[in-house]
T-cell receptor, first 112, second 115 residues
Framework: LAKTTQPISMDSYEGQEVNITCSHN???????ITWYQQFPSQGPRFIIQ???TKVTNEVASLFIPADRKSSTLSLPRVSLSDTAVYYC?????????????FGAGTRLAVHP | DSGVTQTPKHLITATGQRVTLRCSPR?????VYWYQQSLDQGLQFLIQ???????AKGNILERFSAQQFPDLHSELNLSSLELGDSALYFC??????????????FGPGTRLTVL
C-alpha cells in the first residue's frame, strides 16, 4: 500500500491561501489521491479527489504533478472554520478491496 | 449530515464488560467500514463489510467482532473491555468499497469510555 507523508502541523491566518503538500513516492498506477478533513470529535469529511493534473471544486483545489509522487491541497482564503486535521490518502486496492490507511494528517490552525 | 447514523452517541462502561455499537449506512451504500480513533491519534481501520460479507480486515483485536445484516446496518461488538479501548469509534459507508475512487462517508461516531 502506498505510504503518504505530510507535515504534522501548519499555521495560517484568515484570508490567506494554504497549501498542504503530501508525498506518496510509491504511488501505483491505479491509485487515486483523496483528501479528507476532520473537525474535533467529528468523522472525516471528503474534500477532493484526483488522479493527475489539477482538480477544483467549490471547497479546494488539488494539484498533482506529472510524476504523481506528491500532491498539494490548496485552500483559498481560509477562515477560522477551516481549522481542522487534513488527511491525504492514496486509494489502494489490496487484494481487490479498498483499505484506506489514514496517516497522522496535518493539523491546520487558522488564526484571526 | 453525511447520512450515516451511529448509536449510541456516548457509552460509558466498566472494564470487562461487552458493548455493541450500531451503524446505519447511507441509503444505497453497500459497504460499511469501522474505525477506531484514540485521543489525539489517527484513525485506525478495523474492518470492512460489503453487502453482508467481510471484505477487509485491519487492526482489529480478537476481542472485537462485527457483522453486517441483510438490511445493511452493521454492529461492532467489543468484549472484555479494557481501559485502552476508550476511543471514538467511527462507522463509514460507501457505494461499493472495492475501487480506489470510492468515497467514504463517515458517521458522527460513538464515544466509548471504559472506566
Amino acid at each position: 500500500l502506498a505510504k503518504t507523508t505530510q507535515p504534522i502541523s501548519m499555521d495560517s491566518y484568515e484570508g490567506q491561501e494554504v497549501n498542504i503538500t503530501c508525498s506518496h513516492n510509491n504511488i501505483a498506477t491505479n491509485d487515486y489521491i483523496t483528501w479528507y478533513q476532520q473537525f474535533p470529535s467529528q468523522g472525516p469529511r471528503f474534500i477532493i479527489q484526483g488522479y493527475k493534473t489539477k482538480v477544483t471544486n467549490e471547497v479546494a483545489s488539488l494539484f498533482i504533478p506529472a510524476d504523481r509522487k506528491s500532491s498539494t491541497l490548496s485552500l483559498p482564503r481560509v477562515s477560522l472554520s477551516d481549522t481542522a486535521v487534513y488527511y491525504c490518502l492514496v486509494g489502494s486496492i489490496s487484494g481487490g478491496y479498498n483499505k484506506l490507511i489514514f496517516g497522522a494528517g496535518t493539523r491546520l490552525a487558522v488564526h484571526p | 449530515d453525511s447520512g450515516v447514523t451511529q448509536t449510541p452517541k456516548h457509552l460509558i462502561t466498566a472494564t470487562g464488560q461487552r458493548v455493541t455499537l450500531r451503524c446505519s449506512p447511507r441509503s444505497g451504500d453497500l459497504s460499511v467500514y469501522w474505525y477506531q480513533q484514540s485521543l489525539d491519534q489517527g484513525l485506525q481501520f478495523l474492518i470492512q463489510y460489503y453487502n453482508g460479507e467481510e471484505r477487509a480486515k485491519g487492526n482489529i483485536l480478537e476481542r472485537f467482532s462485527a457483522q453486517q445484516f441483510p438490511d445493511l446496518h452493521s454492529e461492532l461488538n467489543l468484549s472484555s473491555l479494557e481501559l485502552g479501548d476508550s476511543a471514538l469509534y467511527f462507522c463509514a459507508s460507501s457505494v461499493e468499497g472495492g475501487r480506489a475512487t470510492d468515497t467514504q462517508y463517515f458517521g458522527p461516531g460513538t464515544r466509548l469510555t471504559v472506566l
